[in-house]
């Protein structure tokens, strides 16, 4: 019976890592299928403008089967180096679009947070007609399409002289609270009242008990609502453009566009450059807060 038994276990331990294996490769394959845009992408961004288009998937315009020295001499005709970098650069002003992108994804990410976990806070533990029609407008605002409100947006930005850097940041704020404001309502009814209330019997105000005791407790949700907004604002196009006063101000997205010159001409070289300049910053920075992502769900997974 035990040697049956150790049978059977040891087919199905290799049943199982035969399964395990061929999801790995699956897997593989699907996730290089998703990355191959932005290594096409990386890899034009190298090439002379001509070679873009002429082939878009090689590192050469010769064959290998024309011989290796042929093939090594269509190599160095094909790349120009840094180049199209150089030209992205000084044609779109890349240095001053930084940051206005980086000053407009910082203070709006971080409007959002405070604001809207302050708000969620004052929901949950403030129960009345006023908080729970609070709560419904913010769910509301999520259900309603930009489309909708995209132009009369326009008009009002213009009017309360909101088409500036700073201003764009009470926008989003407006845009980002929905979501921020339904996640972090859900996190603060996880929060035991009690807590609270011995921090107020230890003499801390409402407003200290929300920053020193609140407010770090809800950290994984916080995290997790930057990450997401910050992604969102960085790459965002369609609100800067209709907002901002792109004559002035020009964010990494909107100063892509501008690469395109009259009659349809467009620098390709130089535009796969600024898309990598563009897309670098914002996958440094998923790379390093990726696991706070991971951390924030086993967080809300487990009942205290």
Request: aromatic residues 14%; proline residues 3%; charged residues 15%.
């Amino acid at each position: 019976m035990a040697a049956g038994s150790g049978k059977k276990e040891m087919v199905s331990a290799a049943r199982q890592t035969k399964h395990g294996t061929a999801m790995t490769v699956f897997f593989a394959i699907l996730a290089f299928l998703w990355i191959s845009p932005i290594l096409i992408v990386v890899l034009n961004s190298f090439k002379r403008k001509a070679y873009i288009f002429k082939n878009p998937f090689g590192i050469s315009n010769v064959s290998l089967s024309r011989g290796f020295d042929r093939w090594a001499e269509g190599i160095k005709k094909t790349f120009v180096g840094m180049t199209n970098y150089a030209n992205a650069i000084k044609k779109t002003d890349f240095f001053r679009c930084f940051g206005y992108s980086l000053f407009i994804t910082v203070v709006s990410v971080a409007l959002i947070v405070i604001c809207c976990s302050m708000c969620a806070w004052y929901i949950v533990r403030v129960k009345n007609v006023a908080t729970k029609a609070i709560y419904l407008l913010c769910l509301f605002s999520m259900i309603v399409p930009f489309q909708m409100v995209m132009f009369t947006l326009s008009k009002f930005a213009n009017i309360l002289h909101l088409s500036n850097p700073a201003g764009i940041c009470i926008v989003y704020l407006g845009f980002g609270a929905g979501l921020a404001v339904f996640m972090f309502t859900g996190f603060v009814k996880q929060i035991p009242l009690e807590i609270e209330e011995a921090a107020m019997i230890d003499g801390c105000s409402p407003v200290q008990t929300y920053f020193k005791v609140v407010l770090p407790i809800m950290k994984p949700t916080i995290i997790t609502v930057a990450i997401l907004d910050a992604m969102w604002i960085w790459n965002d196009y369609l609100l800067p453009s209709l907002v901002l006063n792109v004559n002035k101000y020009k964010t990494i997205q909107i100063a892509v566009q501008f690469l395109k010159q009259s009659h349809g001409q467009i620098d390709w070289g130089a535009m796969m450059a600024v898309l990598v300049l563009a897309i670098l910053p914002i996958v440094i920075f998923y790379i390093f807060v990726q696991r706070y992502i991971i951390e924030g769900v086993v967080a809300g997974a487990v009942k205290g």
